[in-house]
């Protein structure tokens, strides 16, 4: 099917967000909750776009509206933007230390418009990308807790959560470094718990949790054995394999 984006004619599929029909066709739309591997969400409201038809219009979004055959968008109308300054305004009063990160979705400066507000994380922008991650992943140590500006991520009651396996999938999935870990050569700390990490029987790095060790063991079906194994060391370990495949 066809669909008009800025008056240009952009081939569609069934099923297709607008969001995505726009990045195929080398359209820009600023977004910061969206992660393709995490679904739809549409949270931040920084990828609104305008669905015209006729005299009649409104804003849309784009990581979450599917399109449907000979509609016609707009993703810089005077209403659009608008709508996401004033997004990006609400999202930087809520975390002032996220400004880089906004300026850089944006592609402009975004202006403090609002008091800024003290969260209870620091730098925490409520993207939801650190609690969808740890939900995909199947534990669920953490979620939002508290209603309005109070809003936050957290574990239940704020407190040390057996849930958590000390993957780090939540810091990673941060755009903002809000999330706090805590490393040395033997352990890993983060959410109120710290975790003894386990060496690597090839080159004796430490780099994973027994919980994860455990639970991505059960997940996948791949033996402990193998998965205690380093990235590093697997990637030569498969090399070798091959090599030696090869050789035979």
């Known amino acids: 099917m066809k669909i008009f984006i800025n008056d240009k004619e952009c081939s569609a599929c069934k099923g297709q967000t607008l969001l995505q029909v726009a990045l195929d066709n080398g359209f820009y739309i600023p977004t910061l909750c969206h992660n393709k591997e995490l679904g739809n969400y549409a949270g931040c409201r920084l990828c609104v776009a305008e669905l015209r038809e006729g005299d009649w219009s ?10 449907k055959d000979g509609q016609t968008f707009y993703l810089d109308t005077e209403n ?24 850089e979705i944006m592609r402009k400066d975004v202006e403090m418009r609002f008091e800024p507000m003290t969260p209870h994380l620091e730098g925490c922008i409520l993207c939801g990308k650190c609690y969808r991650a740890c939900q995909k992943l199947g534990t669920g140590a953490i979620s939002t807790i508290n209603r309005g500006h109070e809003i936050t991520v957290e574990t239940p009651y ?12 939540c810091a990673e999935a941060c755009p903002t470094g809000a999330i706090k870990v805590f490393r040395s050569k033997t352990q890993v700390g983060i959410w109120h718990l710290t975790h003894e990490l386990l060496a690597c029987p090839m080159c004796g790095k430490r780099h994973i949790t027994q919980k994860s060790l455990d639970f991505f063991s059960k997940k996948t079906g791949i033996p402990s054995e193998e998965l205690i194994i380093c ?7 498969t090399s070798m394999d091959l090599l030696s495949g090869i050789s035979r």
């Not at 704020?158 to 999938?169: H, T, V, Y």
Request: aromatic content about 2%; some cysteine.
């Open 80 to 103: 659009v933007k608008k709508s996401r300054d004033l997004s990006a305004s609400l999202l930087l009063a809520r975390s002032p230390e996220s400004k880089k990160v906004l300026d």
């Open 231 to 237: 990235p590093d060391c697997r990637q030569k370990k």
């Open 58 to 67: 409104k804003l849309v979004a784009s990581c979450e509206f599917p399109v």
């Open 158 to 169: 704020e407190q040390g959560n057996p849930d958590c396996i000390g993957c780090l999938a």
